[in-house]
């Protein structure tokens, strides 16, 4: 099993910066990669930003290409940048323990462990 806590939500201005965090716990050594995704309501989990576990290498969905990056150490983090009012949204961090392909990690399906979630609220 893993565990997996997101930090570090709230409310900013446009234009302004935050930083998420993902506490990574339990089996560690199983996984492949972790995600950020996020949610507004009524519409369906988007594809943020993935990271491998091993290796580090990343990927980013071309809506926050150049502005967002992630990271990792003993957390995964994801560094928002130039905050949107579109970036409003509960972000999730998700961690999948099996090999999957570069194009297959924007897939939430394929994610076996979610985190609660962080509410990110960009004010215009």
């Known amino acids: 099993q893993v565990q997996l806590v997101e930090s570090g939500g709230g409310l900013v201005q446009a234009g302004d910066s935050l930083r998420l965090s993902c506490a990574v716990s339990?089996?560690?050594?199983?996984?492949?990669?972790v995600g950020w995704f996020r949610q507004t309501p009524g519409k369906e989990r988007e594809f943020i930003a993935g990271?491998?576990?091993?290796?580090g290498s990343t990927y980013y969905a071309d809506s926050v290409k150049g502005r967002f990056t992630i990271s990792r150490d003993i957390a995964v983090y994801l560094q928002m940048n130039s905050l949107k009012p579109e970036d409003t949204a509960v972000y999730y961090c998700?961690?999948?323990?099996?090999?999957?392909?570069?194009?297959?990690?924007?897939?939430?399906?394929?994610?076996?462990?979610w985190g609660q979630g962080t509410q990110v609220t960009v004010s215009s």
């Open positions: 998700a961690a999948v323990n099996y090999v999957i392909g570069a194009g297959g990690l924007s897939d939430d399906w394929r994610y076996n462990y």
């Open positions: 990271i491998r576990w091993s290796g």
């Open positions: 339990g089996r560690t050594l199983s996984m492949y990669a």
